[in-house]
Structures are given as C-alpha cells and as structure tokens.
C-alpha cells in the first residue's frame, strides 16, 4: 500500500536502514534484479555471538552490543535476531524479491551491510564502517569523509547457527509460507514480548520461546496466510495481534 502510494504520488523511496540502503545504492546504480540469485543481509551476531545465551539474562548484557549504539529495543532485537527477521521482510516488499533469493550472514565487525550474489555467481560485499551517519548523509546528498581502513578489515562471514538463534528458522518460514499478515504478527508479538522483558514480566529467554512455540498454533498459521488488501485488514491483523494470549 505504501509503494503504490509512493508510485502514485511520484516519490522515491530512499530506504535509510544500512541493510537496505546498501541494497538499494546497488539497484540504482549498478545492475538489474534479473542478475540476482541472492541477496543476504548481513548481522554482527549480537552479544551473544560468541557467548552462552542464559534464559534468564540481564538487560544490561542483552544490550552491550558489540559494534552499534542503539536503543534498548532494537538491541534486544539484534541479540535474538529479530531485528534480522524484520529486514528480511522489509527487503522482500520494498525490492520485490523471492523468499528464496533472501538470505541472513553474519560478519561480527558491521563493515558489510549486504551481500549480493549474482547469477554468474559473483558475489559482492557492500560495505561501510558501522555508523548510521553515512547512509543518511548519503540519502540527504551530505558529503562526509569517513573512511574504511582496509589494512584492517579482517572479514569472516558465517552461517547463523539457528539452533542457538531459532528465530531465524522461523523468519525463514514466515518468509516462505505466510502473506504480509504474517509479517505483521511475527512484528507486533516481537515488540509485546520485548515490552513485557523490559517490564520484567517475561524472562529473556521467554522472548524467542514464546514466539516459536505461539507461530505452531493453526488460528494463527491460518490469519498469517490472509490476503492484505486494505488499510482496515492491517489494522485487523494488528488487533488481531494484541489480543494473543502471550
């Protein structure tokens, strides 16, 4: 609704998120999306990368993440790899791209932001250091002069262990099985659990268990399936979501 909007009304959409503004800097100036055999989002890992997740951990460690400043929310996000999920389907509905040409690496530094594999099976990094100021200089058409030292780069990128991080698998079937509907409910439980986490009413760990486990009951499976037309049936979908027994 909001691209036909945009299409409409002859805007441009400037994506800001570093994810898809790098995707974005690569459409608009480098190639077509028929060369795309995929597109990966990449993640730091988190704080929890190279550590034991405790069920029962503390905020304070939850949000030292280890390369961005960000708001206790979205660090909470990051740690259980929610935020991820959300980029996934960001990515699919504002670049119009298949499920399966969508994947998630992790590179622990944030120097790579994407990664775009072409059909010729090249594949490319986009990359930046990891400071939000530069993808919105670049959308306002600010110069900057912030500079990557490659001597010091150092890149690895991983598979994400979705056994020790779950709420990858499910995005990944979200992504797959489920309508926008699905999107929007996976969103708003997210943003109630971390709410009750903050509150203390839920343990961390409650965080990723619940919604793993809430996402297998079939009144849900079948309204993440529905069909969104309209701004009532996102608005419908959204109450829907708030009233889930958590």
């Not at 800001?16 to 995707?23: A, F, K, L, N």
């Not at 190279?50 to 708001?71: A, F, R, S």
């Amino acid at each position: 609704i909001f691209l036909d909007s945009a299409k409409k009304n002859k805007c441009e959409i400037i994506p800001i998120d570093s994810e898809h503004h790098c995707i974005d800097f690569f459409f608009k100036n480098f190639n077509s999306k028929k060369d795309i055999k995929k597109i990966y989002i990449t993640a730091s890992g988190g704080p929890f990368l190279k550590k034991k997740i405790n069920y029962n951990e503390k905020l304070c460690k939850v949000i030292n993440h280890p390369t961005w400043k960000m708001g206790k929310k979205i660090s909470i996000d990051s740690s259980t790899f929610a935020n991820k999920v959300l980029e996934l389907f960001e990515a699919k509905i504002l670049f119009g791209l298949r499920s399966s040409q969508l994947g998630i690496k992790i590179e622990s530094k944030s120097n790579t932001h994407a990664i775009i594999k072409l059909n010729n099976n090249i594949l490319l990094p986009l990359m930046h250091i990891p400071s939000m100021k530069i993808p919105i200089s670049n959308c306002l058409g600010v110069s900057h002069n912030f500079k990557i030292n490659l001597n010091n780069l150092n890149l690895k990128y991983y598979k994400v262990d979705i056994r020790k991080f779950p709420l990858v698998k499910l995005g990944y079937y979200i992504l797959k099985n489920c309508s926008l509907a699905g999107f929007i409910i996976f969103t708003v439980l997210n943003e109630r659990l971390v709410e009750k986490y903050l509150k203390n009413e839920v343990k961390y760990g409650e965080i990723v268990d619940k919604l793993v486990k809430i996402f297998k009951q079939s009144d849900l499976l079948k309204q993440s399936k529905r069909n969104i037309k309209s701004l009532k049936e996102i608005f419908d979908i959204i109450k829907y979501a708030k009233k889930i027994k958590l």
